[in-house]
C-alpha cells in the first residue's frame, strides 16, 4: 500500500466555523496529522463535537482539549509547536497576538514554522477587525449584486418597492460560497510553503484575507474595469461572454425541474433539431443561423421550452447529451445524493461515528491516481486525543497531565 | 537579517494544454513562480477570442480574460494533431514536472495525451486533467461549461428566488474552484513525488468540484432531511437578509443580533411592536418573518448603506453593503494591502492607450463613502504589522501601458510574479531553441509546415 501523500505533516488546528475545518480537513483527506485544539468551555454550537456539522468539516482529525485563556495554556502551544510543521487559525487578528502566540513568537521556538491566519479582511488594512461571514464577503465582493437577473423582478416584500423603483435586486448566492474557497487557498498556499520550507530551510506566516480570495474569483470583471472603465451588471443565466444561443435554464416537466442547455457550434444547432425531430420552427429563417437566432432569443427560448416541458430534465439532459451538447440537470441536493456519476465515481462516502452513528459526506474532488484521499474516519470527540499528544506527543508523565487537568489548563 | 528569497515555486516546470476551464490552476502556479509554458495552436487558442477586450475591440492580443487567466506565463504554438509536433511535444514532456490539461478523455487518447502514454515518456510526471464530469463514470464523455457544470454540481438549482428560475452565480466559478482543486491536487502530488520518485494522474470533475463548495447544503440533507431551495433576498431560517437603503442593498444579519437589531430601531422610534416579547422567540420571528421584513425595511430604507454597515461593525455584526463591482475595486481595504498589482503592457503602443486606471485611491468619507475610513472607534491600525515582502507596493506613477490586475489573494514570504500573458508564440524562440536546441533553421521549417 502506497503511503499517504501528506504523511508526516504535522498540523496544529486553531480553526473554526466553515473556512478553516474545510480547509484541514482537506489536509487530513491526504494524510496530514491534523490535531484541532478545542476546549470544553467553546466546544458549542458549530464547535459541537458530537453535530452533523461538526462531523462533516472535521472528519479524520485529532482532537485535544487546552483551556486557552488559562496563562499555563500557551506553553503548551509552544511545545506542540515545536513538533508541528504548520499552524493554522482562522481567528480575528487580535486572537492569536493576545494568546502570545503571533508568528514571531512561535517562530522563535520552531523557526521554520509555517503559520497561517486566515480572516475575514487579512491581518492588515483598516478593516481588519472587521466581523464577516462567508455572505458577508460575498456582498463586499460584488457577487452579490452580480448574481442577479438583469430586469427588475417582483419585489421580495410589501415593505420592499425595489421592484417599482426599477432598481435590478440584488439575489445572490444561497449559500456561504466564500467559506470553501478561502479554504481552499489556505490549503494551497500551505502546500506551497511546505515546498519553499523544504528547498529554502525558511517557515513563513501567510495572510489570507477571505475577502481577497473571494475577489479573485471576480478577476475578469475586474480588469474590465480597471482597463476599460466597463461596469459589471447582473447577467442572469445568459452566456455572457460566451457566444451560444440557444443557451440558458429550461423548464422541464414536473415541479420545479429545469435543464440547464448550451451550444456553440452549428453543429451542435443541427444535432439539437433533430433530436427534436425538427420541428417547423427549427426551419424557419429567423432560427437559421447563429446571428439570427441571437436577435431572436426570448420566442427561441419559448418554443424550446414547450418541447423541454414535455419531459423531465433527465431526459432532456440524456438525449442532447447523446447527441453531443451540452445539458445538465438543475439537481438539487437530493439529486446529486442520487446522481449516477456521482455515485460512479464515489463522491459519497459512508462515515460511523461514536455518536451519530452511520451518516453521509461528500469525499474531496481530487482524485490522485496513486496515493488518493483516505478518509481516517469521523470527525473526534472532544478530547479523544489527549493521551496520544500530551503523554505520547509531548512526553508528559501521568501526574503532569493530572495537573494540567486539575488546575484547569487541559479541559 | 536579510534571507534569500526565491519564487515559492521556483524550479517547477509546468506544461499548460488547458481551455478556458482550467486556465486558471496553471495561473495560480504560474503566479507563486513555476515556470508555466502555455501551448497553443499555431495561430493562437481560441480562447484569445473571449471577451472583454482592451478598449473593448476583439482581438486575439487583446482579451481581458485571457490576460488575466495567464498571467506569468510563458506562451509557444505547437499543433500536437500532426506528428511532428507530437514529437517536439514528448522532448517537452520529458522535461517536465506536471502537465495540465482539459480535453475530453477520448481525444486525449488519440494524441496520445491520456496518463498511460505520457508517463511512458516521464515516469516522474504529474498529469491533471479537468474534465465537465471526470475521467470515469457514465457520464464521462458528455460535455460541460461553466453553466451545465453549476446546474448539475448543485449550485444553480439554490441560487435565485423562489419564484425566479434558477441562476447562475456570476462569473465562471465552476472553472474557478475546478482549478483550486487542481492546483491543491498538483502541490499534494508533488509533495509525494519527493518521497516515491513517482508522478500520478489527477482527475478533477468540474460537476464535483461545484458540489464540493456548497457548504452546509449535503450536511442539511444527510442529516435533516433538508432539501436547500431558493430563497433570494433573505434566509427563510430567519438569520439573514438582503434590504434596501437609500443608495442601494444592505446585507444583514438578525438571528442572534436580534436585540441589538431591536434597540437600533428603538432608538430612532422605529421598533413599534417588535420590542413585544414574542418577537424574542426566532421561532416566532421564522414564522411572522414577513413583519420583521417589513419592519426593517422601513428603517434601512432612511439609512445609506455605509451608515448602516459602519453602525453594524461596531457592534461587531457582519453586515456589509451590497457593493457593486466598482465600489469592490475602490474599497479602501484593498488598497491599503496592495491587492492591485501594476502589471506592464510594454507592446501596446503608447498611442493608443493611457494605460492608467489604477483603483483610485477611496475619496475621504464624505458623510458616508463605502471606502471611507476605519470604523468610528476602531482607530486607524498601523499599516502592515507583519511582513508584505513580495507584495509590490503600489507604484503610483503614471507611466503608460500599465494596468492594475487582481493580485494574489495572500502575502507569502518569497517572490511571486504578476508578468502579462505571452504573446502568440513569443517564447518559441526560447523554447524550443534554448531548451530543446532546436536551430533557427529548424524553427523556420517548423514554422513553414505550420508546426509552430
Known amino acids: 500500500m502506497n503511503k499517504e501523500a501528506l504523511q508526516g505533516i504535522r498540523i496544529l488546528d486553531f480553526t473554526w466555523l466553515l473556512a478553516g475545518p474545510y480547509a484541514t480537513r482537506t489536509l487530513a483527506d491526504f494524510g496530514a496529522e491534523v490535531i484541532k485544539v478545542q476546549s470544553e468551555k467553546t466546544a458549542s454550537g458549530a464547535e459541537d463535537n458530537t453535530t452533523g456539522y461538526f462531523n462533516t468539516w472535521n472528519r479524520g482529525k485529532l482532537s485535544i482539549t487546552l483551556n486557552m485563556s488559562h496563562p499555563q495554556a500557551r506553553n503548551i502551544v509552544l511545545k506542540l509547536v515545536k513538533i508541528s510543521d504548520v499552524v493554522i487559525e482562522n481567528f480575528t487578528p487580535r486572537v492569536m497576538p493576545n494568546w502570545g502566540l503571533s508568528y514571531n513568537k512561535l517562530a522563535e521556538v520552531k523557526p521554520d514554522i509555517i503559520m497561517l491566519s486566515m480572516s475575514a479582511m487579512g491581518q492588515t488594512g483598516p478593516w481588519r477587525d472587521f466581523a464577516a461571514l462567508g455572505h458577508t464577503i460575498q456582498a463586499f465582493s460584488g457577487i452579490t449584486y452580480l448574481t442577479s437577473f438583469p430586469y427588475k423582478i417582483a419585489p421580495p416584500s410589501p415593505g420592499n418597492d425595489g421592484g417599482q423603483t426599477g432598481q ?124 439570427a437566432r441571437k436577435r431572436h432569443v426570448p420566442e427561441l427560448d419559448k418554443l424550446i421550452e414547450e418541447w423541454t416541458i414535455k419531459h423531465t430534465p433527465e431526459e432532456v439532459m440524456g438525449l442532447l447529451q447523446e447527441a453531443g451538447i451540452s445539458a445538465g440537470v438543475v439537481e438539487n441536493v437530493k439529486d446529486l445524493a442520487n446522481d449516477p456519476q456521482l455515485i460512479a465515481r464515489k463522491f459519497f462516502l459512508q462515515i460511523e461515528h461514536p455518536v451519530l452513528g ?27 486525543d489527549n493521551d496520544y499528544v500530551y503523554r505520547g506527543l509531548l512526553g508528559m508523565s501521568e501526574e503532569e497531565v493530572s495537573r494540567y487537568i486539575g488546575e484547569g489548563v487541559i479541559c | ?93 520529458n522535461k517536465t514536472d506536471v502537465i495540465i490539461e482539459t ?14 502514454s505520457l508517463v511512458e515518456i516521464n515516469q516522474r510526471l504529474i498529469l491533471a486533467s479537468i474534465t465537465g464530469f471526470g475521467q470515469t463514470g457514465p457520464y464521462r464523455q458528455y460535455k460541460s461549461c461553466d453553466i451545465v457544470a453549476s446546474a448539475t454540481g ?41 518521497q ?23 450536511t442539511r440533507y444527510f442529516y435533516d432531511g433538508a432539501v436547500s431551495q431558493r430563497q433570494g433576498y433573505y434566509d427563510r431560517d430567519g438569520s439573514f437578509c438582503l434590504l434596501p437603503c437609500q443608495d442601494g442593498y444592505i446585507f444583514l444579519t438578525i438571528d442572534r443580533e436580534w436585540d441589538i437589531l431591536v434597540n437600533l430601531l428603538d432608538n430612532e422610534g422605529m421598533a413599534e411592536d417588535l420590542k413585544d416579547n414574542r418577537w424574542q422567540d426566532s421561532q416566532y420571528r421564522r414564522q411572522h418573518f414577513d413583519h420583521v421584513v417589513e ?125 502579462r500573458a505571452p504573446l502568440i508564440g513569443e517564447h518559441n524562440t526560447q523554447i524550443y531553441q534554448e531548451r530543446l536546441g532546436l536551430s533557427s533553421e529548424d524553427l523556420k521549417r517548423l514554422k513553414a509546415n505550420k508546426v509552430i
Request: charged fraction near 20%.
Open chain 2, 196 to 218: 516515491s520518485g513517482k508522478g500520478q494522474h489527477i482527475d478533477i470533475s468540474l460537476q464535483e468540484a461545484v458540489a464540493a463548495t456548497l457548504g452546509h447544503v449535503f
Open chain 1, 358 to 384: 452511520k451518516s453521509v459526506s461528500d469525499n474531496t474532488p481530487i482524485k490522485l491516481s496513486r496515493t488518493p484521499a483516505r478518509i481516517r474516519g469521523a470527525a473526534p470527540l472532544l478530547g479523544q
Open chain 1, 168 to 291: 435590478i435586486l440584488p439575489l445572490g448566492l444561497g449559500y456561504a460560497y466564500a467559506d470553501p474557497v478561502a479554504g481552499l487557498f489556505a490549503v494551497f498556499t500551505v502546500l506551497a510553503a511546505l515546498e519553499y520550507r523544504d528547498k529554502m530551510g525558511q517557515g513563513q506566516h501567510i495572510d489570507i484575507s477571505e475577502y481577497e480570495a473571494f475577489c479573485s474569483s471576480l478577476g475578469v470583471a475586474i480588469l474590465d474595469h480597471t482597463v476599460n472603465d466597463n461596469i459589471a451588471s447582473p447577467q442572469g443565466n445568459n452566456p455572457g461572454r460566451s457566444q451560444a444561443a440557444p443557451y440558458g435554464c429550461y423548464r422541464c416537466q414536473g415541479d420545479d425541474r429545469w435543464c440547464v442547455i448550451a451550444l456553440s457550434t452549428e453543429e451542435e444547432w443541427q444535432a439539437f433539431c433533430q433530436v427534436l425531430r425538427y420541428p417547423a420552427w427549427s426551419k424557419e429563417e429567423r432560427f437559421s443561423n447563429f446571428s
Open chain 2, 295 to 419: 419592519m426593517l425595511t422601513r428603517w434601512t430604507k432612511r439609512h445609506t448603506r455605509a451608515q448602516l454597515f459602519l453602525l453594524g461593525q461596531l457592534m461587531r455584526l457582519p453586515w456589509a453593503p451590497v457593493n457593486s463591482l466598482p465600489e469592490m475595486v475602490n474599497s479602501i481595504q484593498l488598497s491599503e494591502r496592495n491587492y492591485f498589482v501594476p502589471v506592464e503592457h510594454p507592446e501596446l503602443a503608447s498611442s493608443e492607450g493611457q494605460g492608467k486606471r489604477r483603483p483610485s485611491r477611496p475619496l475621504p468619507n464624505k458623510g458616508g463613502s463605502l471606502g471611507g475610513p476605519p470604523l468610528p472607534g476602531g482607530g486607524p491600525h498601523p499599516p502592515n504589522p507583519i511582513s508584505v515582502e513580495g507584495r509590490e507596493g503600489r507604484e503610483v506613477g503614471d507611466k503608460p501601458l500599465r494596468y492594475h490586475y487582481p493580485g494574489v489573494p495572500y502575502v507569502m514570504t518569497g517572490k511571486y510574479m504578476m508578468r
Open chain 2, 154 to 194: 448543485g449550485q444553480m438549482y439554490i441560487c435565485g428566488a423562489p419564484d425566479t428560475p434558477p441562476l447562475k452565480p456570476y462569473g465562471e466559478q465552476s472553472y474557478f474552484v475546478a482549478s483550486l482543486f487542481a492546483a491543491i491536487g498538483i502541490l499534494v502530488a508533488l509533495r509525494e513525488r519527493h
Open chain 2, 1 to 93: 537579517m536579510t534571507k534569500k528569497t526565491l519564487n515559492l515555486l521556483e524550479g517547477l516546470q509546468i506544461l499548460d494544454l488547458t481551455d478556458e476551464k482550467a486556465v486558471f490552476c496553471s495561473k495560480l502556479l504560474a503566479d507563486l513562480g513555476a515556470e508555466v509554458i502555455k501551448i497553443e495552436r499555431p495561430g493562437g487558442d481560441s480562447s484569445r477570442w473571449l471577451g472583454p477586450f482592451w478598449k473593448n475591440s476583439p482581438h486575439p492580443e487583446r482579451s481581458l480574460s485571457f490576460w488575466y487567466n495567464n498571467s506569468s506565463k510563458l506562451g509557444i504554438t505547437l499543433n500536437l494533431e500532426v506528428k511532428e509536433g507530437q514529437e517536439i511535444f514528448r522532448q517537452l514532456v
Open chain 2, 103 to 116: 480535453f475530453p478523455p477520448e481525444y486525449a487518447k488519440k494524441l496520445k495525451l491520456d496518463y498511460q
